[in-house]
């Protein structure tokens, strides 16, 4: 049974960081691109970054994050991450990782397997 487990969400005030986590088991996670989305109320689920598989030398992201948001995988111990940098209002939303075996996609209908979800809020 493969299981994605978001963690490191919280409450922040703009400017500041968080790092999100994403535990996976069940899968043979160095064959998975890995993605995170967001989605904030009443929006569209949306991507957010996403690494390749095996090494995950190459990332993707959505133009509004770079810059400040990073993405990295450790898969000894089957997990990626999301470093969240100077963060604003707008990135307030629940954040999801999620996985596939077609490489780094923008949509979310591409991946396989999902996270149930952290959430993010980033007061003025």
């Known amino acids: 049974q493969v299981q994605l487990v978001e963690s490191g969400g919280g409450l922040v005030q703009a400017g500041g960081s968080l790092r999100l986590s994403c535990a996976s088991s069940?899968?043979?996670?160095?064959?998975?691109?890995m993605g995170w989305f967001r989605q904030a109320p009443g929006k569209d689920r949306e991507f957010v970054a996403g690494n390749d598989d095996y090494s995950g030398s190459y990332t993707q992201y959505r133009n509004s994050v770079k810059g400040r948001f990073v993405i990295s995988r450790d898969n000894g111990k089957n997990t990626v991450y999301l470093q969240m940098n100077n963060l604003k209002p707008e990135d307030t939303a629940v954040y999801y990782c999620a996985s596939g075996l077609r490489g780094i996609r923008t949509s979310a209908t591409s991946y396989d397997y999902w996270g149930q979800g952290t959430q993010v809020t980033v007061s003025s």
């Open positions: 069940g899968l043979s996670f160095s064959r998975h691109a």
